[in-house]
């Protein structure tokens, strides 16, 4: 069941009860523009239409629920539950059955998510060959070109290092 009321100001407003649960939808429309948020409330099953009155302050909302009445207050753009509010020779607003809402899929339960498995352990790095460079990390070093020598890096800072080096001149990480 879906219900709409015309605010006045260009703003109307779309009450929808799915399993429980009513979603307000606020619609504002000018010249070039639409606007539109929504909010749902666990408020149980409707028993009656529901009702809008004009305030000094905005418009009520009041549901008929198989719990109680729920009220809601709309001040501007705003949706918020609200106390019963005294409504003497306060004006009623009509509301009419519609189709549906717009932009607003039917409420469906949310399935839980299944839980988080563990990461697989990193493998560790092979050695790389790109061209003529080559490279590897244990220990780190790059070997560019058809040179039998390889520059040497300290794993920990970066810092090249002599092959008889057994920690880093720089940062002091163990080499070997």
């Avoid at 219900?3 to 606020?26: H, K, R």
């Avoid at 339960?109 to 697989?120: D, E, L, N, S, V």
């Amino acid at each position: 069941m879906v219900y709409w009321c015309d605010l006045g100001n260009n703003q109307s407003v779309y009450l929808n009860e799915q399993a429980g649960q009513t979603i307000v939808t606020l619609q504002s429309a000018s010249p070039g523009q639409q606007q539109q948020s929504s909010s749902s409330f666990q408020t149980g099953a409707w028993t009656a239409p529901p009702q809008a009155f004009q305030t000094s302050t905005g418009v009520v909302l009041q549901l008929h629920t198989v719990q109680n009445d729920v009220w809601f207050q709309i001040q501007g753009n705003g949706i918020h539950l609200s106390q019963p509010p005294l409504l003497l020779n306060t004006p009623s607003l009509p509301m009419q059955q519609v189709e549906s809402a717009p932009g607003i899929a039917p409420f469906l339960p949310m399935q839980p998510m299944q839980p988080m498995q563990p990461m697989q352990p990193m493998q560790p790095m092979q050695p790389m060959q790109m061209g003529n460079m080559s490279m590897s990390l244990q220990p780190m070093e790059m070997r560019m070109g058809s040179s039998t020598s390889a520059a040497q890096f300290c794993r920990q800072c970066g810092a090249s290092v002599q092959p008889a080096d057994r920690f880093c001149t720089k940062c002091g990480t163990q080499l070997q």
